[in-house]
């Protein structure tokens, strides 16, 4: 699995070679605390790295996802509309939000790795 990390508390899963799976991270979703809503992109959209792609809301707070890198919407993860609370359950597993086609692969090396995460995430 190769897992890079946003300073926005994004993570991409770019192993699939079709497209890269986008989530939020362990990190974000125990700052938001139980996520009751999700807004995801529509399917074809096509968004620039940092623009805002969707929501998160919890019982707590609202917030963005970002996209951590340009592309086009793939496809949408239809069990979190159902189910938001997968977010919480399984950020890094089932609670993805959407798979994105990369348009700059080499955007992924401004990303941080596992390492780098955890200890950026310590501060934030």
Do not use: C
Not at 20 to 27: F, K, N, P, Q, R
Not at 28 to 45: C, E, I, S
Request: hydrophobic residues 45%.
């Amino acid at each position: 699995m190769t897992v890079k990390f946003s300073r926005d508390h994004e993570w991409i899963n770019t192993a699939d070679t079709g497209a890269a799976v986008v989530g939020i991270t362990v990190h974000a979703q125990d700052a938001l605390g139980d996520v009751v809503f999700v807004d995801l992109p529509a399917v074809g959209t096509t968004f620039a790295q940092g623009e805002v792609a969707g929501v998160v809301e919890s019982v707590k707070a609202a917030a963005d996802v970002y996209m951590p890198v340009s592309g086009e919407i793939v496809e949408v993860n239809e069990a979190l509309r159902a189910d938001p609370s997968l977010a919480n359950s399984a950020p890094l597993g089932d609670g993805w939000f959407f798979k994105v086609r990369l348009s700059d692969a080499s955007q992924l090396d401004a990303l941080m790795d596992e390492t780098a995460y955890t200890e950026f995430s310590k501060n934030a």
